[in-house]
């Protein structure tokens, strides 16, 4: 007898509550300090629709999913945070914006390097996509103004990893809410 998959609560419904959770860690006045930690949302929403790209949602594939993404997320973290880093030591002396553009265009090629070269040698990053999340949250991150202490660069790498890894969790839970089971067809 052939079966199909079922939600008790609608999909839609159980990702609606967990996008509303992922606003009141963004929007300041809404919880009090300490816990308004400034999170940038883009950061848990990429991550949370990487978690279904990667291949999870089903019976399972929680964890191969989680191990596939998470050290790749850290990765791309690591090499925005070197970006952001080498860019406050070299923009200051640069005479001009045009000038500023090209060495921060360079330093942006020069950390790419490390993070391409990873992913072919390195078999924990071979996600790609989700080292993108991880480089681009952080660059977001700090220059956007966001985190538990907006501006400061150990912070912003702090917090944006915190919400990459919050995504790939609220996907996992976004399917266990719906309570999915199989019916007949």
Do not use: C
């Not at 939600?7 to 967990?18: K, N």
């Not at 959770?21 to 308004?36: C, D, Q, R």
């Not at 850290?74 to 090209?102: C, E, Q, S, Y």
């Amino acid at each position: 007898m052939a079966t199909k998959l079922k939600e008790t609560i609608p999909t839609a419904i159980t990702g609606a509550f967990l996008a509303g959770l992922t606003a009141a860690f963004v929007i300041s006045g809404v919880l009090p300090k300490p816990y308004a930690l400034m999170f940038p949302p883009w950061g848990v929403f990429i991550t949370w629709a990487g978690y279904f790209a990667a291949g999870g949602g089903g019976k399972g594939q929680g964890m191969p999913v989680f191990k596939k993404m998470y050290m790749a997320i850290l990765w791309g973290d690591i090499w925005g945070f070197a970006g952001a880093f080498l860019m406050n030591i070299v923009n200051p002396h640069a005479a001009n914006l045009p000038l500023m553009i090209f060495f921060d265009g360079i330093i942006i090629f020069l950390v790419n390097q490390p993070i391409l070269w990873g992913t072919r040698y390195w078999n924990p990053i071979k996600y790609t996509p989700a080292i993108f999340y991880g480089f681009a949250t952080f660059f977001s991150t700090y220059f956007g103004g966001f985190g538990f202490i907006p501006g400061n660069i150990y912070a912003a790498f702090i917090t944006s990893f915190l919400v990459n890894a919050v995504g790939p969790v609220f996907g996992y839970l976004q399917v266990r809410f719906a309570m999915i089971k199989e019916v007949p067809a």
